[in-house]
């Protein structure tokens, strides 16, 4: 088991789940570093956050640290990285933050489940694809964010999903969300996906916020009227 820390944030990760470039990234601070400045810029004590797409639990940690884990929900799709979650969650303190096992498809869920590339270095985790070995899949819960949305009623939402956000932005937000900060993977689709996005985010009443962008992080945030 290798162990880390970020900013006061202890974090524990079996050596198998890790790369060299994965290594490296935890011991400098950078792993996800500028989603933590995007949280910790926008979310404000006693809002609602999910985050989809879990990794080690480092993010959602952050959240819990500012708004309290009662008020965190995070979402992961690949099963072995469930108890590395939720120890890293408990061994900070903030193990009453909700962890679900799933992976967001779409705003709609299924009954029946979705096939999950449970790849062993966790930073690659994603819902299957054509490309995907047949050795690695693993079903898993099919949530759809439209349910998760309505259960949990956010003020922010933290997403890294490594492309699975192509196929949440058909439809406006509800009102009740304040803030989105996702990651792009514009690898894995067009530019056309990226202006949905941004589109869908505009109906919704949420406008570009250039302070929570950074890199491949991209910031949205309510409008207020003045």
Same mark, same amino acid.
């Given at each position: 088991?290798?162990? +880390?820390?970020?900013?006061?944030?202890?974090?524990?990760?079996?050596?198998?789940?890790?790369?060299?470039?994965? *290594?490296?990234?935890?011991? #400098?601070?950078?792993?996800?570093?500028?989603?933590?400045? %995007? %949280?910790?810029?926008?979310? !404000?004590?006693?809002?609602?956050?999910?985050?989809?797409? *879990?990794?080690?639990?480092? $993010?959602?940690?952050?959240?819990?640290? /500012?708004?309290?884990?009662?008020?965190?929900?995070? @979402?992961?799709?690949?099963?072995?990285?469930?108890?590395?979650?939720?120890?890293?969650?408990?061994?900070?303190?903030?193990? %009453?933050? #909700?962890?679900?096992?799933?992976?967001?498809?779409?705003?709609?869920?299924?009954?029946?489940? /979705?096939? =999950?590339?449970?790849?062993?270095? =966790?930073?690659?985790?994603? $819902?299957?694809?054509?490309? #995907?070995?047949?050795? *690695?899949? @693993?079903?898993?819960?099919?949530?759809?964010?439209?349910?998760?949305?309505?259960?949990?009623?956010?003020?922010?939402?933290?997403?890294? $999903?490594?492309?699975?956000?192509?196929?949440? =932005?058909?439809?406006?937000?509800?009102? +009740?969300? !304040? %803030?989105?900060?996702?990651?792009?993977?514009?690898? !894995?689709? *067009?530019?056309?996906? /990226?202006?949905? /996005?941004?589109?869908?985010?505009?109906?919704?009443?949420?406008?570009?916020?250039?302070?929570?962008? !950074?890199?491949?992080?991209?910031? =949205?945030?309510?409008?207020?009227?003045?």
């Amino acid at each position: 088991m290798a162990e +880390f820390e970020i900013d006061g944030i202890h974090l524990v990760v079996p050596d198998e789940m890790l790369n060299p470039k994965l *290594s490296d990234k935890l011991s #400098t601070g950078g792993y996800e570093a500028h989603e933590a400045h %995007a %949280a910790r810029m926008r979310l !404000r004590e006693g809002q609602r956050v999910l985050e989809l797409g *879990s990794g080690i639990g480092y $993010i959602a940690s952050v959240c819990a640290s /500012i708004t309290g884990a009662g008020n965190v929900t995070t @979402v992961e799709g690949n099963p072995n990285m469930l108890p590395v979650i939720r120890g890293n969650l408990e061994r900070n303190g903030f193990g %009453a933050a #909700t962890v679900l096992h799933g992976a967001v498809g779409g705003m709609k869920g299924a009954a029946e489940p /979705i096939e =999950f590339d449970n790849k062993k270095t =966790f930073w690659a985790a994603r $819902i299957a694809d054509m490309d #995907t070995t047949p050795d *690695s899949v @693993v079903s898993v819960p099919h949530l759809g964010l439209g349910d998760l949305l309505k259960t949990y009623r956010p003020h922010v939402v933290i997403m890294d $999903i490594e492309g699975a956000e192509e196929h949440l =932005f058909d439809a406006p937000w509800p009102a +009740f969300v !304040r %803030a989105v900060m996702m990651e792009l993977h514009p690898g !894995r689709y *067009s530019d056309v996906v /990226i202006k949905r /996005i941004v589109d869908c985010m505009s109906v919704s009443g949420l406008t570009y916020d250039p302070l929570s962008s !950074r890199g491949r992080i991209l910031g =949205f945030r309510r409008v207020r009227d003045r």
